[in-house]
């Protein structure tokens, strides 16, 4: 019993800086978002294209998590936005005292949206609220399609599914639209996106639609 | 300071039931592979195609570790291999007290090789000894070649490293040979495999490299 109250510990005091970030983002009416996935699933590769798309109308902040490398920053720094690299050495996933560290004494009043790009893995992360206004799931069509229903606890506290790498169809044995039904049967809520960074599908309407949720977040 | 001895504590005890284990299968002679990847690399799709030439001429007992779903026992029982599916639930690792309760009253004296295909992650199953000979590490082509640096400890931890998904490599920005690099970097002892399940490019010679693994554990 002493593990599970030890990880009730973890959990209540990371919802406790949670809360606070909230509170912060709220005050400064910032638009965040906490993206996650397997490794190499494409949250990079989705914020390349979109970045430059979006930071035409607003000013927007990159998190990136990962245990190891500055690789992700600096490939979201060749698109012209801010990237700030945390790299978490073992941790498997990112918690909100680390972003409460790298946030404290930034000036976010000229930010509109900030997003964090968590550590790839598929489960860990759905456990650590970062104060985030939603959580976005990516999907890869080369990853298989009963991943929601293999993951469940991932899809139960995302509000949006991307699936992505749709250019790779062709070539590998995946279902979209059974993909597709798996996590609504998990999470019926889910706003659902299909992308390819390579052949540009769907990036426009993901721009259009993180736009909106940026604007929304001002009124 | 808590945390991290909890952390200490769950570990030591892992790693007590993974000495009882390793003690089990070394009585038994059985081969133990611990088969770790991203969610979505191939480790079940790797399975379909070594299995079947693999039982030709040994017992193997495969182990599934899922949050959720009996899926991956079901295509591992297609192939005429015994498959036991563990759920962990919400846990995203297999522990050795769950392989200890699945053997339990088990007849192991028949058995030449347990296979353990682990949860998909590349962070948590590292730190987890499940009393295996060695650990499998698949990445895939279509995951991005910087997943060996990006997730270091499981590259250190592992014996083997299988490329799978060669098919793509036509339709991905991938570079196998930067890939091997990086990782070699990180762990010089690691051998190589290069696979594809949808030619069979690799297979065999994998099938072969398992086979003698099992023939060895028998002197």
Chains 1, 2 share one sequence.
Request: charged share 25%; with cysteine; aromatic share 6%.
């Amino acid at each position: 019993m002493k593990t599970v109250e030890v990880k009730k510990g973890i959990l209540e005091r990371n919802q406790e800086n949670a809360d606070l970030l909230r509170s912060i983002f709220y005050q400064n009416r910032i638009f965040v978002m906490n993206l996650v996935s397997s490794p190499g699933s494409g949250k990079t590769s989705l914020l390349e294209k979109v970045l430059p798309i979006v930071k035409e109308n607003y000013n927007i902040l990159v998190i990136e998590g990962d245990l190891q490398t500055e690789n992700d920053a600096e490939r979201v720094r060749k698109t012209g936005v801010e990237a700030i690299q945390i790299n978490t050495g073992g941790a498997c996933h990112l918690e909100a005292v680390n972003i409460l560290k790298v946030l404290k004494g930034y000036d976010l009043t000229k930010i509109d949206c900030i997003i964090i790009e968590n550590v790839g893995n598929l489960v860990c992360p759905s456990s650590f609220d970062l104060g985030e206004d939603l959580k976005v799931l990516l999907i890869s069509t080369t990853e298989g399609e009963d991943k929601p229903i293999k993951y469940p606890s991932m899809v139960r506290v995302s509000s949006v599914l991307v699936v992505n790498k749709l250019d790779l169809i062709p070539y590998v044995n995946f279902d979209v639209e059974k993909a597709i039904t798996y996590a609504i049967g998990v999470n019926n809520k889910l706003e659902i996106f299909k992308t390819s960074c390579f052949t540009g599908e769907g990036i426009e309407e993901f721009a259009v639609w993180l736009k909106s949720k940026i604007e929304d977040k001002k009124l």
